[in-house]
């Protein structure tokens, strides 16, 4: 989703950082083998993920919806050498083509893969986060953010993506929607809950950055 003009989004990206070249391959094989490749985070909000991780240099990272391991290994980009970046998922027909592309990153053995639903595997992790990122099923973002908030470290940083939901947010809502009334839901409570700060970017379908006071 772009909400720029198009000559002005392509100036945006061409004066920004180019990703490497093992992400390019990445993208190149999801684009082949892999249904819905538009999941993947893209270069340019990689390059955003990696830049924001790389400011905060976390220790632990979680991250809910991997896909093919794109953003993770965009987000691994800021891990401290001794850091650990923990990624769930329910698609288990998609780890083998994750663990390739780790296991060909300088941060394979700092991955850490986990299949299923991730309400049910959060509360199994037995650590705090400095950096989380939320990219699964819209629905669960709010139930997500209630199970993560007191593994969050003070000074945390929760990112969000897709919480313009093309556009959406603004028109009226079909209540038989259940996607765009979840993110509605979800922007309003980073809005509102008084544990954390929150500001909205309009990047591609919008990224949110929460930091937790």
Same mark, same amino acid.
């Given at each position: 989703m772009h909400f720029l003009p198009e000559k002005l989004d392509e100036y945006v990206v061409n004066h920004s950082e180019q990703e490497p070249e093992l992400l390019q391959q990445l993208t190149r094989e999801t684009y082949q083998k892999v249904l819905q490749p538009i999941m993947l985070s893209g270069s340019y909000q990689g390059r955003v993920l990696s830049m924001i991780s790389k400011l905060i240099h976390p220790k632990t990272i979680l991250e809910l919806g991997t896909f093919t391991g794109y953003s993770t290994l965009c987000l691994a980009e800021g891990l401290k050498s001794d850091g650990e970046i923990h990624t769930i998922d329910i698609n288990e027909e998609l780890v083998d083509f994750q663990r390739k592309y780790f296991d060909k990153s300088d941060y394979g053995q700092q991955i850490f893969q986990y299949t299923g639903n991730a309400l049910d595997i959060i509360p199994t992790l037995n650590t705090t986060f400095d950096l989380v990122f939320i990219d699964a099923d @819209?629905?669960?973002? +709010?139930?997500?953010? #209630?199970?993560?908030?007191?593994? =969050?470290? +003070? !000074? !945390?940083?929760? =990112? +969000?993506?897709?919480?313009?939901? #093309? !556009?959406?947010?603004? /028109?009226?809502?079909?209540?038989? &929607?259940? +996607?765009? @009334?979840?993110?509605? &839901?979800?922007?309003? =409570?980073? @809005?509102?809950?008084?544990?954390? /700060?929150?500001?909205?970017?309009?990047?591609? &379908?919008? =990224?949110?950055?929460?930091?937790?006071?």
């Amino acid at each position: 989703m772009h909400f720029l003009p198009e000559k002005l989004d392509e100036y945006v990206v061409n004066h920004s950082e180019q990703e490497p070249e093992l992400l390019q391959q990445l993208t190149r094989e999801t684009y082949q083998k892999v249904l819905q490749p538009i999941m993947l985070s893209g270069s340019y909000q990689g390059r955003v993920l990696s830049m924001i991780s790389k400011l905060i240099h976390p220790k632990t990272i979680l991250e809910l919806g991997t896909f093919t391991g794109y953003s993770t290994l965009c987000l691994a980009e800021g891990l401290k050498s001794d850091g650990e970046i923990h990624t769930i998922d329910i698609n288990e027909e998609l780890v083998d083509f994750q663990r390739k592309y780790f296991d060909k990153s300088d941060y394979g053995q700092q991955i850490f893969q986990y299949t299923g639903n991730a309400l049910d595997i959060i509360p199994t992790l037995n650590t705090t986060f400095d950096l989380v990122f939320i990219d699964a099923d @819209k629905p669960n973002y +709010s139930n997500y953010f #209630h199970l993560i908030i007191d593994k =969050l470290n +003070s !000074g !945390g940083i929760i =990112l +969000s993506d897709n919480v313009l939901w #093309h !556009g959406k947010v603004i /028109e009226p809502l079909d209540e038989k &929607d259940i +996607s765009t @009334k979840a993110v509605l &839901d979800y922007n309003t =409570l980073l @809005k509102t809950d008084n544990r954390i /700060e929150t500001v909205l970017l309009p990047i591609r &379908d919008g =990224l949110t950055i929460s930091r937790k006071k």
